[in-house]
């Protein structure tokens, strides 16, 4: 990964294509993260956030079976890789550390 | 991070400022688009899990629509209460993408990546955004997406923060 850790639409992404379990592709993805936020997501804005991951090594993706109720093409399904989890790792463990002992009241234990 | 995705509005909002801020998905309009969609989506997979039977092999089906239509209608008959009108049929034909788009998206998206990404936009095109905003804006919107998905795009989007969270 690069010296900036994972942004937060990249989390999202990195959750949804986690949560599918190797079957989720462009559509799924967008409808995963709009179904757990309740909040619509730009489906060019996915794509982006796809392609930039796969760059950084983050997740990899494959080809489906051409399937005939899409015109015999095939979809790409989306899969973690090992620095993508460890990515997903540290995010987690930097939001904990942040929330440890703080109550979003504000008071502090 | 904590508190999920800060909610500014639809992300289409930021996009576009005609459009109202909030799409109440309890409106009529939208409800009868996810209703279009879902009739759709049904229709198609009733075809796909081979309940259609007597329609002929499946690149037929698709290469004739003509014998889809009728084979669905033998098929819905103990559901549907009058025959499929042209109206009816109109829902259930996929919207075509037009030219141009998917040519902008063939020049924007690398060619490894261009088959499925066309499909893609297709569905969503179809079961989405045409149902959801009609096909001139919804060929807007497919030029809009396939131009944010861009790098250079992406990159001011989220350098100025246009985008919200996105």
């Not at chain 1, 950084?56 to 620095?83: D, M, Q, W």
């Not at chain 2, 075809?47 to 259609?52: A, D, F, K, Q």
């Not at chain 2, 788009?101 to 998206?109: I, K, M, T």
């Not at chain 2, 998905?149 to 990159?155: F, N, P, V, Y």
Request: charged share 25%; glycine share 10%.
């Amino acid at each position: 990964m690069g010296r900036k850790g994972l942004g937060e639409f990249e989390t999202s992404v990195l959750l949804a294509i986690v949560s599918l379990q190797g079957r989720g592709y462009g559509v799924t993805i967008a409808d995963e993260i709009e179904r757990r936020t309740g909040k619509p997501v730009s489906f060019g804005a996915v794509y982006a956030t796809l392609d930039r991951l796969q760059k950084k090594g983050l997740i990899s993706s494959e080809l489906g079976e051409p399937t005939p109720e899409r015109g015999g093409k095939p979809k790409r399904f989306y899969r973690i890789e090992a620095p993508g989890e460890r990515a997903l790792r540290e995010a987690q463990t930097a939001v904990e550390r942040m929330w440890a002992g703080v109550s979003p009241t504000g008071a502090v234990a | 991070m904590g508190g999920g995705i800060p909610y500014g509005g639809s992300s289409m909002t930021h996009q576009f400022p005609w459009v109202p801020c909030r799409i109440n998905r309890g409106h009529p309009f939208w409800v009868s688009a996810v209703q279009r969609k879902r009739a759709r989506v049904a229709a198609r997979n009733l075809y796909v899990h081979g309940h259609i039977s007597d329609a002929g092999p499946v690149d037929d089906v698709i290469e004739n629509w003509d014998r889809f239509v009728q084979a669905s209608q033998r098929a819905l008959a103990g559901d549907v209460v009058r025959p499929l009108t042209e109206a009816d049929l109109a829902v259930l034909r996929p919207a075509q993408v037009p030219v141009f788009c998917e040519w902008l998206l063939c020049l924007a998206v690398e060619p490894e990546f261009q088959d499925d990404r066309l499909a893609d936009y297709q569905e969503q095109f179809a079961d989405l955004w045409v149902p959801k905003f009609g096909p001139r804006f919804a060929a807007v919107m497919y030029v809009w997406h396939v131009l944010r998905q861009s790098r250079l795009i992406d990159w001011l989007i989220r350098a100025f923060g246009w985008g919200g969270s996105l």
